[in-house]
């Protein structure tokens, strides 16, 4: 359906929200873009959970971007469920033209009914949801079953305005990014990501180290990337302490999204796994070698850029099989000398 005939076409006020994982926040990216290649007058917000405002700063599609608390019950308070309550009833005082809830969860649909804009359209992978919701919502997209999850949020948006053409890229602008002082003067170098929330997505320490020591015949300096949390540094620091002396730099769990970024738009390469910072390789731009368990492939891979990537399906004949195969063994049976030769096909000149 067109924008409504009483609005200003060339300055719609769009709201966004979505409360889900850092990597879903960069998802959205490309929709964006594509609203501001549109309509470049547009005025868009974004809303995303605290924690993952930080990947989207490399979008300047967006020209306000809010949080609400952690999704995780145990974490949220009284305050918490009050400060969102005050954050949709200031998102209600924008009179937004549209707003749309990529969340497929009751929460975001929340905030997109507070917020009452005068189209409000609803996600869902599960099918229709409840009257009530139809009281709030006067669109609600049909259930998404397959595709990436980049073009689910892109043909959500394309149904209440016109967005045509080709899907974009991940967006992390590189002047956006900024170098971390370890890293400054280091030009060859390829960056690992071994770390991950969730620990049956990693790939086992001594698959690292036996990549990490395949690379150094092929690259100067190697970059272990991980996150804030302990168990995720403890690994780097093991990596660290693995391979070969003064060639090995940690993040430590330090740097930012911008800063990370900064380290990928120069990488040769890049290795890791069902993560955020593997989607943030795509935004830019740098070859990815990546290696799934239980993951679907088709709807979670690197968007548009050069990658190799590991997933049992490959030698498993079906979901069944997957899934009655404990994670750990499925990573397992990625080979390191397997995985540096997927390295050698995408990685880029020193």
């Not at 069902?274 to 795509?282: I, Q, Y």
Request: with cysteine; charged share 25%.
């Amino acid at each position: 359906m067109p924008l409504p005939d009483h609005r200003d076409v060339a300055h719609p006020k769009l709201l966004f929200v979505k409360l889900k994982h850092i990597g879903d926040a960069l998802i959205l990216t490309p929709t964006l873009r594509a609203v501001r290649d549109i309509y470049p007058q547009a005025e868009i917000w974004v809303v995303v959970r605290k924690g993952s405002e930080g990947i989207l700063a490399g979008c300047s599609a967006i020209d306000h971007l809010l949080t609400v608390a952690s999704r995780e019950s145990e974490r949220r308070t009284v305050g918490d469920f009050l400060k969102d309550l005050k954050l949709g009833l200031h998102l209600r005082r924008q009179r937004f033209d549209f707003a749309f809830d990529l969340t497929d969860g009751d929460r975001g649909r929340w905030m997109v009914g507070l917020a009452r804009a005068a189209r409000r359209c609803v996600s869902t992978t599960k099918g229709s949801f409840s009257r009530w919701w139809g009281l709030w919502m006067d669109h609600q997209s049909a259930p998404w079953s397959g595709g990436h999850r980049v073009e689910k949020d892109f043909h959500l948006t394309s149904e209440l305005i016109s967005l045509g053409g080709e899907v974009p890229r991940l967006c992390f602008e590189a002047d956006r990014s900024t170098v971390p002082s370890a890293m400054r003067g280091v030009k060859d170098f390829v960056v690992l990501h071994p770390g991950s929330r969730w620990k049956k997505k990693r790939w086992p320490l001594s698959h690292w180290l036996e990549l990490g020591r395949l690379l150094l015949e092929r690259t100067q300096t190697l970059v272990v990337s991980c996150g804030p949390a302990e168990d995720e540094r403890e690994l780097a620091r093991e990596m660290v302490s693995g391979l070969e002396a003064g060639r090995v730099v940690s993040s430590d769990g330090q740097w930012s999204w911008a800063e990370l970024a900064g380290c990928l738009w120069r990488a040769r390469a890049y290795v890791g796994l069902d993560t955020a910072a593997t989607h943030l390789a795509a935004a830019c731009q740098c070859p990815i070698v990546a290696m799934y368990a239980y993951t679907v492939v088709e709807q979670w891979k690197p968007w548009r850029t050069e990658c190799r990537l590991f997933h049992p399906l490959q030698w498993m004949e079906s979901w069944e099989e997957v899934l009655e195969t404990p994670p750990s063994e499925i990573m397992r049976a990625h080979d390191p000398c397997r995985v540096m030769e997927a390295v050698e096909e995408v990685i880029r000149p020193a």
